[in-house]
């Protein structure tokens, strides 16, 4: 009877598992060329990734869309025990003729080594209501669901809560207008539910990447959606440069506002914000202020990964996926990066292991 009874105790007491951890990726360094040209200034040196390569002219080739160089990446994201990418994905018609940003997802899917980390897609809603939509062609969202639940259905694919593809949705207040009712982007999605469900897998687990909290209690009652995220959350316009910690009570104010609002949510944790090499080189987009932050140092990173996947085991109800995703793995530019460096190295997906094997040993 005694046993029994400290079975039961100790049963009560377990951790749930270790918190997921995942990290973005924006694959735009490859044959494209554009994005490049802002670390090829010398103030930005530091963020040059390890891929990077000086030609014997002095020029700086940076390019990540080649076999060898992701599974170098694979090897490092593995031993920085990360547990996912979500690459970012672009349907083909929105960029015609190319299919540079997702270059990387087939060299990922061709990899001999992708069962060292698993993944899943950012789904995107911008562009416009024709063909240029981020999601492709409204008439063409049929092919689209069957090649998205072909990915679903790859064992490496992410799951969560049992069965359920991880998917994240971002720019998503242009699916409404490109679809052109509520009614319509939401038949999309019920359209997508229904074809992975009768391929045996659990409904998708669809989270809203917003700025706001509100934001994504919106979306999840016009959309039907399942969960509150975010790409990422920037700092303010002051033009002025602020500590990480700063950036890291962003975050907080993000995750505790979405416990809030009493849905369900996937913590979003800034490795980093500094969009400067972007506005100093006249990039359009980037024509306004804005607030930037120190760079984290490992201390710190590690920290706040682990006081992300703290705040998971401690809100089971409001994070039921049981994951946090990072910002990010390869936003050189916009200051989010995981991926080593020609300068720091393996340094941050060191802290990002050391905030995962400390949680562990607790």
């Not at 009560?12 to 694959?27: F, N, T, Y």
């Not at 080594?113 to 492709?136: F, I, M």
């Not at 049929?142 to 991880?166: C, H, I, S």
């Amino acid at each position: 009877m005694l046993i029994s009874v400290l079975l039961t105790i100790l049963a009560a007491s377990e951790l749930p598992a270790q918190p997921l951890v995942g990290a973005i990726r924006w694959d735009a360094w490859n044959e494209w060329g554009y994005f490049q040209q802002f670390l090829v200034r010398e103030e930005w040196r530091v963020r040059r990734p390890f891929f990077t390569k000086t030609k014997p002219d002095g020029s700086v080739e940076i390019r990540c869309d080649s076999q060898e160089v992701m599974d170098q990446e694979i090897a490092y994201a593995h031993a920085g025990e990360l547990d996912y990418w979500t690459f970012v994905w672009y349907h083909p018609d929105s960029m015609p003729g190319k299919n540079h940003m997702t270059r990387c997802l087939e060299l990922y899917l061709a990899s001999a080594h992708k069962q060292d980390v698993r993944y899943c897609l950012t789904l995107l809603a911008g562009g416009s209501p024709d063909e240029t939509n981020h999601l492709g062609a409204k008439d063409k969202w049929p092919a689209t669901t069957d090649y998205l639940v072909e990915r679903f259905k790859d064992p490496f694919y992410q799951k969560v809560m049992g069965n359920r593809p991880l998917v994240y949705f971002f720019e998503t207040e242009g699916m409404i207008p490109c679809w052109g009712s509520e009614a319509a982007a939401r038949g999309a999605w019920d359209l997508l539910r229904k074809k992975t469900i009768d391929a045996g897998l659990g409904s998708p687990y669809i989270a809203g990447m917003v700025f706001h909290p509100k934001d994504g209690v919106a979306l999840m009652d016009k959309l039907g959606l399942d969960a509150i995220s975010a790409y990422a959350n920037p700092g303010g316009n002051e033009n002025i440069e602020l500590p990480y910690a700063k950036l890291c009570d962003q975050n907080r104010w993000f995750w505790n506002g979405c416990v809030e609002t009493g849905r369900p949510f996937i913590p979003t944790v800034n490795v980093g914000w500094d969009y400067r090499p972007e506005k100093h080189a006249g990039f359009p987009y980037r024509n306004d202020d804005a607030t930037w932050f120190t760079p984290p140092s490992p201390a710190e990173l590690a920290g706040h990964v682990q006081a992300a996947m703290r705040f998971v085991r401690e809100h089971p109800a409001a994070c039921p996926a049981n994951a946090v995703v990072l910002y990010a793995w390869n936003e050189f530019n916009e200051g989010g990066w995981l991926a080593p460096t020609l300068q720091e190295g393996t340094t941050r997906l060191d802290a990002v292991k050391q905030a995962q094997d400390s949680l562990k040993a607790r």
